[in-house]
């Protein structure tokens, strides 16, 4: 099992390296000068500004210095500092990533929470008017736009409850209740799709496991078919399921963008909104090189869990 | 697509690929001599679901297409005697804070979308099929090289790398293209992959090998072949998640820009005065919802069709026939 985790770690080394080096060129890939593009839009500017914004992004030195010099920073936990607000890029992103990382457990949890049991309900009642009911509401809710859906729940809210405020979000340590209250609505719109995908996966598994050999002997034996499905079906047909939601755990992260701005949530998807919309080109490449860490971070551990889970499976 | 009449084994896994060849159901003699449009054409219509959504999508093809003669009113033109007027004779969906017409704004905001999500889809499968053949069919150095790059890509959320790639670009139509595109590369190049990996030691093309043909030849005219039914069933896949990109980008304000109509955009404007007129709101998510819903309903069918490992477990019949 160690030996598994460490050589799936080396693996990841490669990948983290090309995403840091991915990141790092972004302002470099951009058509034309970033300078230029940054000092557009004012109309007096001297030399000196110019050679001092240069400076400040790192662009005087050649490029495999500024990478070093980058991502060195980078690793000890400073990304650089804000173009607009001149506050480190850490320190901002740290103060918004626990809302976006609430929401998106709050998101997981109601997915798994709704979406394994109405799976495993359609699964066995396959074939009846309730499995047809439940596999229309699947597509339905996999073809939601999960920010139409949102903004239908604020103007349902406005309309006929105009006396429920939602409220400022606040910490969750702060006030839990408050809290709660805030970012419950959010979380239901963010999980329509993701409780689809997930009833769907578990239905399409438990399926699957149900038609296995062992099941049948199971029956054979005669044993109750409480006893078959709990002991037999779920704990085989639920493994895969634990995969596509660890999948989706990193997804999320990087999604709650449009979310946060239909519920105006001081999130990180908003801190990057803005950035773009500022070409505050130090926080665009601090927000992208985080999420996507974790991103693949979150995608290891998911892994992990899963050779944990299942035995049989081992990558070697 | 004629001469690779290869018999595919029932081993290769979860990609559908080297299936193309095998019918869903027993042949009659008369399918058999018909040629692939035909097969095609009799399997949509066994799969229903698969109808239906392949339905939905060319109607709104058709609405993109057909938008200058559809529309009652001039998508941009603005009414300020008609401001914010429920739906009505005139106005078969109301109109928006500028008076203008949101039925013409949705029939015209078709094209943005379907534009965007084909477009999209399509450069994806240019870049990342020929990087998933050359990886899958080279191997060795190229496949580890080629392959650990799709990785460092997917290493980003989807949203996000849309997001980075319009920061770098500029927030443009041609820029969600490339965007979207950009995310759907290494998802291509993987399915590919797989499905060369899959049919790449079957005997038709060790025997190509055995008589000389060259790589190119055995490329184009034996694998490639074999492996668009994987291509096609990720593509219908990708087209739901496209639209749904597109919209998102465009309700962020990151592609069409106004006064060009798209389905986020309007979604977006509409949200300041939704409470005077909800009809602003509403029209432009159900039209988004019933495309991506054709998309989903193709997609699904046509992997029942393609990959009917699968077909027991989702589709109608019972699935202890395996």
């Known amino acids: 099992m160690t030996r598994y985790v460490v050589v799936r770690l080396l693996q990841l080394a490669p990948i983290l390296l090309g995403v840091s080096v991915l990141v790092f060129l972004m302002i470099h890939l951009i058509p034309g000068d970033a300078v230029d593009i940054l000092m557009g839009t004012q109309v007096s500017r001297t030399e000196a500004q110019v050679q001092e914004l240069r400076r400040l992004l790192g662009l005087d030195q050649p490029l495999h210095v500024q990478y070093w010099d980058w991502l060195s920073r980078a690793l000890r936990g400073d990304l650089g500092v804000s173009l607009r607000t001149a506050r480190p890029v850490a320190e901002e992103i740290a103060a918004r990533l626990p809302l976006s990382a609430q929401l998106t457990v709050m998101t997981l949890a109601l997915a798994v929470l709704i979406g394994v049991p109405l799976g495993i309900f359609s699964a066995v009642r396959h074939n009846t008017p309730a499995d047809s009911l439940l596999r229309i509401l699947g597509l339905i809710g996999l073809s939601i736009p999960d920010f139409w859906l949102a903004t239908m729940m604020v103007l349902f809210a406005s309309l006929y409850w105009p006396v429920i405020h939602l409220g400022q979000y606040v910490p969750f340590w702060t006030d839990p209740g408050h809290n709660l209250r805030v970012m419950l609505p959010p979380a239901i719109a963010f999980s329509s799709g993701l409780i689809a995908i997930v009833m769907r996966f578990t239905r399409s598994s438990v399926l699957e496991v149900l038609g296995a050999e062992y099941v049948r002997t199971a029956r054979a034996k005669g044993l109750h078919e409480a006893v078959v499905l709990g002991k037999h079906v779920l704990r085989n047909a639920l493994v895969p399921v634990v995969t596509v939601v660890g999948f989706y755990a990193g997804y999320l992260l990087g999604g709650t963008v449009v979310i946060e701005e239909v519920f105006a949530l001081p999130g990180m998807g908003r801190l990057a909104l803005n950035a773009i919309a500022q070409r505050d080109y130090p926080m665009i490449q601090g927000i992208v090189l985080v999420v996507a860490t974790l991103f693949v971070l979150v995608n290891l551990a998911v892994d992990v869990l899963y050779a944990v889970l299942n035995p049989r499976i081992r990558y070697d | ?322």
């Not at chain 2, 979860?14 to 097969?39: I, K, L, M, W, Y």
């Not at chain 2, 300020?80 to 905001?109: C, K, N, W």
């Not at chain 2, 496209?242 to 990151?254: D, H, I, K, R």
């Not at chain 2, 404007?269 to 193709?298: E, K, Y």
Request: proline residues 6%.
């Open chain 2, 1 to 322: 697509m004629t001469n690779a009449t290869s018999p595919s084994t029932a081993s290769s896994k979860s990609s559908g690929a080297g299936r193309e060849h095998r019918p869903a159901h027993d042949p009659t003699p008369q399918q058999e001599r018909a040629g692939q449009g035909t097969r095609w054409v009799s399997l949509l219509r066994k799969n229903q679901m698969a109808l239906v959504g392949a339905l939905i999508v060319v109607a709104y093809c058709l609405m993109a297409l057909l938008a200058p003669v559809l529309a009652p009113y001039d998508p941009v033109e603005m009414d300020f005697l008609a401001i914010l007027q429920p739906p009505d004779r005139t106005h078969l969906l109301g109109t928006d804070e500028f008076g203008r017409d949101v039925l013409s704004r949705l029939l015209y905001g078709a094209r943005s979308t379907v534009a965007v999500a084909f477009g999209a889809v399509l450069l994806a499968i240019a870049v990342g099929v020929p990087i998933g053949v050359a990886a899958g069919f080279v191997g060795q150095r190229t496949d580890t090289v080629l392959m650990r790059s799709m990785d460092v890509l997917m290493a980003f959320p989807a949203l996000l790398l849309a997001l980075a790639v319009i920061a770098i670009l500029g927030q443009s139509t041609i820029n969600i293209v490339i965007a979207i595109g950009v995310v759907y590369i290494p998802q291509f190049a993987r399915v590919a992959r797989a499905a060369v990996l899959s049919v790449k030691h079957l005997e038709f093309v060790e025997a190509g090998r055995a008589v000389g043909l060259s790589a190119g030849t055995l490329v184009l005219r034996h694998i490639v072949p074999n492996i668009w039914g994987a291509v096609i069933v990720q593509g219908s896949i990708s087209l739901s998640l496209a639209v749904l990109y597109e919209s998102a980008l465009t309700f962020l304000g990151m592609g069409t820009q106004p006064p060009m109509p798209s389905w986020g955009l309007m979604l977006s404007d509409g949200r300041r005065f939704m409470q005077l007129a909800p009809w602003t709101v509403v029209s432009p998510g159900v039209a988004i919802m019933g495309l991506v819903l054709g998309f989903n309903l193709l997609g699904d069918g046509l992997r029942d069709i393609l990959d009917p490992r699968l077909r027991g477990a989702v589709g109608n019949q019972s699935f202890s026939s395996k």
